[in-house]
C-alpha cells in the first residue's frame, strides 16, 4: 500500500511537501514511484516520475519549475515538493509505484500500487 498525506489548504504563492510511504510491506525501492493529481471533473495528471536509480521525468507541462519529486528509500518515502502554488493546482494528489520507469512519463494505468490521495487547495 501506498499512503499520501500533506495535503492541506494553502494561499496563493505558498507551498507544500507531500509524501508518499510505502506501507504494509510495499518496499518502493522497488519501484519508480510517480505523482498524479486530478482536479474536480477531469482525468488524471501526469506530474513527475522517479526510478531507483536517480532518474527523474518531470512531464508536466503546468507545474515544470514548481514541483519537484524526490525520494528517500532509506525512510520507505517519497516527496513532492510543491512551490508558488496556483489556484488550478487544486486537486487530488496521488502517488503510484510502477516497475516501469520512462523518461516519457510513468503512466497512471501502469502503476502496480496506487495511494487513496490526499487533497490540496489553493485558495485565498
Known amino acids: 500500500q501506498l499512503v499520501e498525506s500533506g495535503g492541506d489548504l494553502v494561499q496563493p504563492g505558498g507551498s507544500l511537501r507531500l509524501s508518499c510511504v510505502g506501507s504494509?510491506?510495499?518496499?518502493?525501492?522497488?519501484?519508480?514511484i510517480a505523482w498524479f493529481r486530478q482536479a474536480p471533473g477531469q482525468d488524471p495528471e501526469g506530474i513527475s516520475c522517479?526510478?531507483?536509480?536517480?532518474?527523474?521525468?518531470n512531464y508536466g507541462d503546468s507545474v515544470k519549475g514548481r514541483f519537484s519529486i524526490s525520494r528517500e528509500d532509506t525512510k520507505n518515502t517519497a516527496y513532492l515538493q510543491m512551490n508558488n502554488l496556483k489556484p488550478e493546482d487544486t486537486g487530488i494528489y496521488y502517488c503510484?509505484?510502477?516497475?516501469?520507469?520512462?523518461?516519457?512519463?510513468?503512466?497512471?494505468?501502469?502503476?502496480?500500487?496506487r495511494g487513496k490521495g490526499t487533497p490540496v487547495t489553493v485558495s485565498s
Open positions: 504494509g510491506g510495499l518496499m518502493i525501492d522497488s519501484y519508480a
Open positions: 522517479a526510478d531507483n536509480r536517480g532518474n527523474v521525468a
Open positions: 503510484g509505484a510502477t516497475r516501469i520507469y520512462s523518461d516519457n512519463g510513468c503512466g497512471w494505468y501502469s502503476m502496480n500500487y
